[in-house]
């Protein structure tokens, strides 16, 4: 059964800090690794990967993937309030199945 | 662009009674996905359709819970009879591919939260 584990399950972090997360995952024919952030209700879609090695940015935020360790980490430098959120991983598979982890609730203190 | 819409944003039932929930998808996009989220988990996909077709429902409780998507636009999600472990938010998502042998981001509708009573 595939399946991802994400950890830790949550944090809590002063802003200005660093922090990482971690994704594992045993998915049959992966194709892709997304990062979603979800704050309220709906995800919001932050990186795909699909090669192992390079380094996707966006501002402070920034990801990584290895697929013969089978991983990815989801760095957030200089933490603000606004980051304060469930940040999801999910691997998708044949016709863009996305299986999900359970997430990594981050909270950010002033 | 217009982004994902769901219908209604919030419902309360009691089990054993009905619920339907609307998804309007990005216009263009062929692919829709409705996910069941609970709380303190990952959304889990329910049903995908590409166009006005089936292509993963192996994880719908058919017994209780049917989808279409007539004209391969927009979509309804059923419940019938409710349960109290249907209790969760349940998200719309579409993208613009969604082949055997592609990848595309999914963008997700606001959510609908159901509270079975």
């Known amino acids: 059964e595939d399946k991802v584990v994400q950890s830790p399950l949550s944090l809590v972090v002063h802003e200005g800090d660093t922090v990482t997360l971690n994704c594992s995952y045993e998915?049959?024919?992966?194709?892709?690794l997304l990062w979603y952030k979800q704050e309220k209700k709906a995800p919001t879609f932050l990186f795909m990967l699909?090669?192992?090695?390079i380094e996707k940015k966006s501002g402070r935020l920034s990801s990584i993937l290895d697929k013969k360790e089978l991983f990815s980490i989801l760095n957030i430098t200089a933490t603000q309030t606004g980051d304060s959120a469930i940040y999801l991983c999910?691997?998708?598979?044949?016709?863009?199945?996305?299986?999900f982890g359970a997430g990594t609730i981050l909270r950010v203190k002033s | 662009e217009a982004g994902v819409a769901q219908s209604p944003r919030y419902k309360i039932i009691e089990k054993r009674q009905s619920v339907a929930f609307w998804c309007n998808p990005i216009?263009?996009?062929?692919?829709l996905y409705w996910y069941q989220q609970i709380l303190g988990q990952g959304p889990k996909l329910l049903i995908q359709?590409?166009?006005?077709?089936?292509?993963?429902d192996s994880q719908l409780p058919k017994d209780r819970f049917s989808a279409e998507r007539l004209k391969g636009v927009d979509s309804t999600l059923k419940i019938q009879p409710a349960k109290l472990e249907d209790s969760a938010v349940y998200l719309c998502?579409?993208?613009?591919?969604?082949?055997?042998?592609?990848?595309?981001?999914?963008?997700f509708g606001p959510g609908t939260r159901l509270t079975v009573t």
């Open positions: 359709f590409q166009n006005n077709g089936v292509v993963d």
């Open positions: 999910a691997v998708a598979g044949p016709r863009n199945k996305l299986v």
């Open positions: 699909t090669s192992s090695g």
């Open positions: 998502a579409s993208s613009l591919l969604g082949g055997a042998s592609s990848v595309a981001e999914q963008y």
């Open positions: 216009s263009g996009h062929a692919t």
């Open positions: 998915v049959t024919n992966f194709r892709s």
